[in-house]
């Protein structure tokens, strides 16, 4: 759970969550660096935690029909395919890899933004209204998709970013320190972004990257 | 001067908690199946859920209010009147319903438990309102949302139980519990199943950068590129009679009576509902926050702020509904 | 309990002497055992009928037909309570209550129940028959399923089921009039732009699609509803009435083919075959069948 003391000023609060969003975004990216088994491994183990720390969605999720969700930032070079039901399981997968209707593929499809799908995994935002200012589409079983979206609501806001990073070794220890320090650091980049031709901007981007990059170095799968 | 109560939704128990901790003074939710007119995947309560949902409520001195307001399926009323049986067990504060026959059922059985008439018995009339509370006992009603404020205020003269009246939300153009609209597209109903124009028939489809919605086969919106989406309920749809595509029933829009608060309290309202027991707990928490702060300060005499709600509304856009007469 | 054929109030804005005429018609030539009428789908059209009604339930009655008089759906105004009140205490024969407070005023003596009341269990069709409700018309929503639970109820209870096999389904009723809307026009001066469709105003899809039927404050489905093919199924569960809702076509021909039916003259579906050729839309029979109720079940 969140800090208390964390985020001091909503300002503040908004800019450490674009950090964490863009970070965790990067974090995501790097899933399929590991290959197929170990990014594989990680996911489990995220969903297991996840599973441990939200029992009453994850029961739901379970009890839910088989199908796979996927859930693709349109921002970002990988989606996530989700299998619900009694199979339950996560995986990486290089973005635009499958729609509806392709053979193995998604029953059902949500698109958009990272930022918005990660709101909206945690419960921060009201999806509908997402959904009618076009931030979101959905394709395929809507049903299935709204059917995941009452499920994860129903559960106490969610702190993915948090949760991921605890599976992650030390970035676990470092985020909540990136967290109070977010509002000063992100001055910082911002102030250095506005002033950078495009390619140096896309330096700072890659800084940002890297700062992420500690996450697949931490991990005990890695050579499973 | 008496406030309002306010009667707020959750379709699940954290939105509960977000409803009790945002001001509600009564929440409303249904069972986990077709006993509730939202009856929709991975929403809803389970009897546990519900034991739980009243702790918490209760404590913090909210009551708790379960509709069962579908109407029972002839030859299998078991699963409604176990409902019924199971609220008054968990110590509910009412029940909110619909059918004659449930409702006999439960002034027979459970005399004490408190009776509310669902909006989906759309009774808009002075008569009705008398039938249901000479026969059961009813103690208060949900007004269909036919009726101007002027009707309001004329129907509360005559009548001697409470008014609870929508104030936010989605708004039916039709009388409730009198449409078989979604019925006669897809199979399933409100009356029958507890769902209207239900997921597992909508279908979206691309063309080009406009977004087609589809319910059971049958095109009920395209959005233009950059265009406000709303959900293909049918009766917010465009459709063609006579000249081009038109939004013939509704727009998609959200009802918000904020601005009517003194006219509702003036016609004899005593309590005010907010819908969306299918919105996630963010749009509850936000919505019955405004609305908390707004009653708030009507009841201190104080005019009532206008408190921006709009990133929360379907289509983007308000309304007042049927309750001025212009809506017609 | 014999099988007997009804004939649904006009639920269209026809001009009154259209009106008329067609009353003389089915008086003299139709071959249907109760006649509904009055104006129930909107307030404001029932002066134009106010001035007629007199002669055709005498034109109907003087022709061995039972004249029913049904109240408005949707009673909300004033001037709605009164007409419906007027109409419950006139006196005037057996009324079809089609709201609530319509039958709350019927308690204690015979009446009927019309097919917007929602009757969709046993248990409500218990509570009715003990107010004194003779026959209840059943919602066209309504599966199979449920019918035969509720007409083998309403046999135990001397209540008469009733289903409608002919005629396009209301589906919803609302305080708005859709008529006056679609030509930009408000409910308060909607210049009667109702009649001016006396089938109703069909409501098509973007893609072009007939869907539905919009008839003032009511929208009813663009599909005709006909179970003529059900209706030995029908009487084998114990329903004992069948309703045809009026339509903009020759009613006294359908009211034939639906008693060669019931007299077992005729087969249901060589009947439903020679019907849609005379409406312009398609048959469908899909709520009886528990699916879409736009669709049709071989």
Redesign the interface.
Same mark, same amino acid.
């Given at each position: 759970m969140r800090d208390p003391d964390v985020a001091p000023n909503a300002v503040a609060d908004e800019r450490a969550r674009r950090f964490e969003t863009g970070l965790s975004r990067a974090g995501l990216g790097l899933v399929p660096k590991l290959g197929r088994r170990a990014g594989d491994a990680l996911l489990a183990r995220l969903l297991r935690l996840l599973a441990d720390r939200h029992p009453r969605a994850f029961a739901a999720l379970r009890e839910m029909a088989d199908a796979r969700v996927l859930i693709e930032p349109v921002d970002a070079p990988v989606a996530l395919l989700m299998r619900v039901g009694p199979q339950l399981s996560l995986h990486a997968v290089p973005r635009g890899a499958g729609g509806v209707g392709d053979a193995g593929a998604a029953d059902a499809v949500v698109r958009g933004p990272y930022a918005r799908l990660l709101d909206l995994l945690e419960g921060r935002i009201d999806g509908d209204a997402l959904f009618f200012r076009r931030e979101l589409a959905i394709s395929g079983d809507t049903a299935l998709i709204l059917a995941l979206r009452n499920t994860l609501d129903g559960e106490e806001e969610m702190d993915l970013v948090a949760d991921a990073a605890s599976i992650a070794g030390p970035l676990a220890r470092v985020l909540p320190v990136l967290r109070r320090n977010a509002g000063p650091v992100l001055d910082r980049i911002e102030a250095a972004r506005r002033l950078l031709p495009p390619p140096l901007r896309r330096g700072i981007e890659r800084v940002e990257a890297r700062i992420a990059g500690t996450l697949p170095d931490t991990l005990p799968d890695k050579r499973a | 001067m008496d406030n309002f109560e306010l009667i707020c939704p959750a379709g699940t128990p954290a939105a509960l908690r977000a409803a009790v901790d945002a001001g509600a003074d009564a929440v409303y939710l249904g069972f986990r199946d077709e006993t509730n007119a939202r009856n929709f995947p991975g929403l809803n309560f389970t009897r546990q859920d519900v034991a739980d949902s009243v702790d918490y409520a209760h404590a913090r001195r909210v009551e708790v209010y379960v509709a069962i307001n579908t109407y029972p399926q002839a030859g299998n009323l078991g699963p409604w009147q176990k409902a019924v049986d199971d609220a008054a067990r968990l110590k509910v504060d009412a029940v909110i319903m619909a059918d004659p026959g449930l409702l006999a059922y439960a002034a027979k059985r459970h005399p004490d438990l408190r009776l509310h008439l669902s909006v989906q018995a759309s009774a808009a009339n002075v008569e009705a309102i008398r039938l249901y509370r000479d026969a059961f006992g009813v103690r208060r009603v949900v007004l269909p949302r036919v009726l101007t404020v002027p009707e309001i205020a004329k129907l509360n003269a005559e009548i001697d139980i409470e008014t609870e009246v929508f104030v936010f939300g989605g708004l039916c153009p039709m009388a409730e519990g009198r449409c078989s609209l979604s019925s006669y597209a897809t199979g399933l109903s409100p009356n029958k199943q507890g769902v209207c124009s239900p997921a597992s028939h909508v279908r979206y489809e691309q063309r080009g950068g406009a977004l087609a919605s589809t319910l059971g086969g049958f095109t009920i919106n395209v959005f233009g590129e950059g265009e406000q989406a709303g959900y293909p309920t049918l009766c917010k749809g465009r459709f063609v009679a006579g000249d081009g595509p038109a939004y013939l029933f509704e727009e998609p829009t959200s009802l918000n009576a904020m601005d009517l608060l003194p006219e509702l309290k003036a016609a004899g309202v005593r309590a005010l509902k907010i819908e969306g027991r299918q919105r996630g707990k963010a749009y509850i928490a936000a919505v019955v926050r405004a609305y908390r702060e707004a009653l708030e300060t009507f009841a201190a005499g104080r005019p009532v702020p206008h408190i921006d709600l709009q990133a929360m509304v379907e289509g983007g856009t308000q309304t007042t509904g049927a309750y001025t007469r212009a809506w017609r | 309990m014999t099988a007997s054929l009804t004939l649904g109030p006009v639920l269209f804005n026809w001009p009154v002497n259209r009106w008329r005429d067609f009353y003389a018609r089915i008086a003299d030539e139709a071959p249907v055992d109760t006649v509904v009428v009055g104006e129930i789908v909107c307030f404001k059209r029932a002066p134009f009928f106010a001035e007629a009604i007199g002669d055709v339930i005498e034109r109907l009655t003087a022709a061995g037909k039972t004249v029913w008089l049904a109240s408005p759906?949707?009673?909300?105004?004033?001037r709605?309570?009164a007409a419906?009140?007027d109409l419950v205490t006139a006196d005037a024969g057996l009324v079809e209550a089609n709201?609530?407070?319509?039958?709350? @005023?019927l308690?204690g003596r015979p009446h009927a129940v019309g097919p917007?009341i929602?009757v969709?269990?046993?248990?409500?069709?218990?509570?009715?028959a003990e107010r004194g409700a003779v026959a209840v018309s059943l919602?066209?929503?309504?599966p199979a399923?449920?019918v035969a639970?509720?007409a083998k &109820?309403g046999r135990e209870l001397g209540v008469e089921t009733e289903v409608q096999v002919w005629g396009r &389904?209301? @589906?919803?009723?609302?305080?708005?009039?859709?008529h006056a809307?679609?030509?930009g026009l408000?409910?308060?001066g909607c210049q009667f732009v109702c009649g001016k469709d006396p089938d109703g105003?069909?409501?098509?899809?973007?893609?072009?699609?007939p869907? @539905?039927t919009?008839n003032g404050t009511q929208?009813m489905?663009h599909g005709c509803l006909c179970l003529a093919a059900e209706m030995p199924a029908l009487a084998d569960m114990g329903v004992s009435r069948f309703r045809l809702s009026p339509q903009a076509m020759d009613m006294v021909r359908v009211a034939e083919a639906f008693r060669a039916v019931l007299d077992g003259r005729r087969d249901g579906a060589e009947v439903a075959a020679e019907l849609g050729g005379l409406i312009d839309a398609p048959l469908v029979n899909?709520?009886y069948h528990?699916?879409?109720?736009? @669709?049709r079940v071989a």
């Open positions: - | - | 759906i949707l009673v909300g105004s004033e709605e309570r419906m009140r709201d609530m407070g319509a039958l709350a @005023l308690a917007t929602n969709y269990n046993e248990a409500t069709l218990g509570w009715m919602p066209a929503e309504l399923a449920t639970v509720l &109820a &389904a209301p @589906l919803a009723i609302s305080a708005r009039c859709y809307r679609a030509h408000h409910k308060d105003m069909p409501v098509t899809t973007m893609d072009g699609q869907f @539905l919009v929208t489905s899909g709520f528990d699916t879409a109720g736009a @669709l």
